[in-house]
């Protein structure tokens, strides 16, 4: 868990405001359920933040990855502990990437990151 201090610094960039609310039940203004409470769905406009660090893991027995809610993640076999693919950083406050997946338009020429992030 993150100190005191990194975390209220972390909950004060989430501004509240006005938001779109997706027909989400127990929309709480920054996310809610769907599908019957199947999911959870995280609603983040440009530059906003969850106030603390969010993350998801998508594993089977032998393979997995985490990432969490600014694009980070690391990827592992069998065991995420023994195992590690990729690095993770596991700092809340700077969240740093451990891998990144780019993709190239050949037609264009211009390629992405996952984040949408074209090349100049």
């Known amino acids: 868990m993150a100190p005191p201090a990194r ?3 972390r909950a004060a960039s989430y501004e509240a405001g006005p938001h779109p609310a997706p027909d989400l ?28 660090p969010w993350v998801n893991v ?3 027995p032998s393979f997995g990855f985490l990432v969490s809610e600014s ?15 990729t690095p993770w950083s596991n700092d809340p406050v700077s ?14 020429g211009r390629g992405v990151d996952a984040h949408g992030c074209a090349d100049s």
């Open 71 to 85: 694009g980070s993640g690391y990827t592992w076999s069998l065991n995420s502990h023994e195992n590690q693919l």
């Open 95 to 108: 969240d740093q990437p451990g891998e990144a997946i780019y993709i190239r338009d050949e037609t264009l």
């Open 25 to 52: 039940e127990f929309f709480n203004g920054l996310g809610g359920f769907a599908e019957n409470g199947r999911e959870y769905v995280v609603v983040l406009e440009k530059d906003r933040r969850t106030p603390e």
């Open 7 to 9: 975390r209220a610094a």
């Open 58 to 60: 998508i594993a089977n």
